[in-house]
């Protein structure tokens, strides 16, 4: 069995702050939505293969509410008759490799067949399933005028059908304690069904500052887990103010990803 190596570097893509192996201090720190981002990505069912249709979308923000004038979720490398791997997202400058999935978010889509690839199906004692996949990067670009946002994550596609392990999508929750006022804090608590991997929480806001930066963990145990952060609103905003909150489910790729948003009304 051939695998097509594509030799792409990893290139971490604008404003994809998801990502398991960037800088935690700039994850942490970099929680203002003063240009347009792509927070998350979310895909259910979690396995990759044909035959199972999944679920794709994503938390596209930016400055004001502003919605995109344009998206596009391509993927780059994905072959019909042949496995490969290709790390990092220089592959998508190959219009020969790059498949087309998507205009909008949400979307389903499935991944092609496989099975005329010549791929031995592991044994139940020796489970060489990177043997029977594709390793592609999937990208979302979301244009607002000439102005881009990015988000990308890496997919292991099953040339194998039933190899892959569920994993589940967090279902997050997110509420405020007391009534926002301009210069004053309030208290911001979210609750997952999940536990998040070692990234924990990622906090987004439009303006002010978050005591526990734009990252926190969970301060209790199943089967509640839940995390809070102290905003600090800016004394000369009035008006809405929104909240994000991410939660990713432990994973080797970065997803699945669970986000709520609440709007505060500042007087």
């Not at 069995?1 to 404003?15: A, E, G, K």
């Not at 259910?44 to 596209?60: E, K, M, N, S």
């Not at 926002?180 to 500052?209: F, K, M, N, Q, T």
């Amino acid at each position: 069995m051939q695998r097509l190596l594509l030799p792409f570097f990893f290139l971490l893509v604008q404003t994809a702050c998801f990502y398991r192996d960037g800088d935690l201090t700039t994850m942490a720190l970099d929680c203002q939505i003063d240009r347009p981002r792509v927070l998350a990505i979310s895909t259910f069912p979690q396995v990759f293969q044909h035959g199972t249709p999944v679920l794709y979308d994503a938390l596209i923000v930016a400055p004001d509410g502003a919605a995109p004038d344009r998206i596009s979720v391509d993927v780059c490398g994905l072959l019909p008759d042949q496995l490969s791997n290709v790390y990092g997202t220089d592959c998508f400058k190959e219009e020969d490799y790059v498949t087309h999935l998507a205009d909008e978010v949400p979307f389903w889509w499935e991944p092609p067949d496989q099975s005329a690839i010549e791929c031995t199906e592991p044994s139940d004692t020796d489970w060489d399933v990177w043997g029977c996949t594709s390793i592609v990067p999937l990208l979302i670009r979301a244009d607002f005028g000439d102005t881009p946002a990015f988000g990308s994550f890496s997919m292991a596609v099953y040339a194998i059908p039933g190899l892959a392990e569920m994993v589940e999508l967090p279902t997050v929750s997110l509420t405020a304690e007391g009534s926002p006022v301009a210069g004053g804090d309030i208290l911001l608590r979210s609750e997952s069904d999940v536990l998040p991997d070692s990234s924990g929480w990622r906090w987004y806001v439009d303006a002010g500052e978050l005591s526990g930066t734009g990252r926190t963990a969970d301060n209790t145990t199943d089967p509640a887990f839940i995390s809070e952060n102290t905003l600090h609103i800016p004394e000369d905003w009035h008006g809405p103010l929104r909240v994000f909150v991410v939660v990713q489910a432990p994973s080797s790729n970065g997803v699945p990803q669970g986000w709520a948003n609440l709007t505060l009304e500042v007087p």
